[in-house]
């Protein structure tokens, strides 16, 4: 089974993610990938707590995480990776070609950013990264919970969604 | 932060979990001026722990009650607790947990355990198929 979905979203462990997701794909793994979090022993734990007990919870960098995703892969069980923003996951598919596709699944409100969906706002450094990493031949879409419609990068960038 | 007397809370969550919450309370009780509402929607998890941690001072509240233990508010309400002496998260909130909470003694973690326990009291399922209530 191994890992289903590679996913943004700057929230990393919360509801749609257990529950949305973690229902229907009957998730039993989660790898969150980030350089910050992986540092701290009270930011590890606190996402250790918010994760149902039938899941487990890797908390690795970008490098850590590229080393360990063929044992990830190899796991009879299906997973379900996440990280903050479009510059960790493409670090992360630079480092790990076998990625072949991104769901962005949550990146709000800051300043610079423009609306695309409801809980898509991206600048113009993120747009350009999100083209890098798809003229790679990664598929990347936005759907943030499985019942929605995802909504392919092309449509994505074109959309005002303010 | 709020001159009032007694437990004041912050009521976080997905949607209008706090808008809808903080109503009801108000429709029982007809007083809901010591909670406050947030909600997540649309912001980042900065923008939510910004949110929680700007409510529990104007308030100066106790506790942040959240809905789902994986929950963002909850995230962002242990990150505000962290910083901020005697503020309590609890999890899992509904209406008869808040009911008690306001309504009853203290304001401190042994009122919270006590809420804690009435709302688990306070689930009951009825009916099924052989007719029986089951507790």
């Known amino acids: ?162 | 932060m709020s001159e009032r007397v007694g437990p004041r809370a912050i009521v976080a969550g997905h949607g209008d979990f706090g808008v809808a919450m903080v109503d009801v309370v108000r429709r029982i009780t007809g007083d809901a001026n010591a909670l406050r509402a947030v909600s997540g929607q649309g912001l980042d998890a900065g923008g939510i722990e910004r949110a929680i941690r700007a409510a529990a001072e104007e308030l100066g509240a106790h506790v942040v009650f959240t809905d789902l233990p994986a929950g963002s508010c909850t995230t962002a309400a242990r990150r505000v607790a962290r910083e901020t002496p005697g503020l309590v998260v609890v999890t899992g909130a509904s209406v008869p947990m808040l009911l008690d909470y306001l309504l009853g003694e203290g304001t401190g973690v042994e009122a919270l355990q006590r809420a804690a326990e009435r709302a688990r009291d306070a689930i009951l399922v009825f009916g099924g198929r052989e007719g029986r209530d089951v507790h």
């Open chain 1, 1 to 162: 089974m191994s890992i289903e979905v590679y996913r943004i979203d700057d929230r990393l462990v919360h509801g749609q993610v257990v529950v949305g997701w973690g229902q229907p794909l009957a998730l039993r793994f989660i790898v969150l990938v980030d350089d910050a979090i992986v540092q701290s022993d009270w930011e590890r734990e606190l996402y250790r707590m918010g994760t149902p007990p039938e899941m487990d919870l890797f908390v690795e960098s970008v490098e850590s995480c590229a080393l360990r995703l063929p044992e990830f892969d190899s796991r009879a069980d299906p997973g379900l990776l996440v990280a903050p923003d479009v510059a960790t996951m493409a670090r992360l598919c630079s480092m790990a070609p076998g990625i072949r596709q991104v769901n962005v699944g949550g990146i709000h409100h800051v300043a610079g950013r423009v609306p695309r969906l409801p809980y898509v706002f991206l600048s113009p450094a993120e747009e350009a990264g999100l083209r890098a990493l798809a003229a790679t031949g990664v598929a990347i879409s936005a759907q943030d919970v499985p019942g929605a419609d995802a909504v392919p990068l092309d449509d994505l960038l074109a959309r005002d969604g303010s």
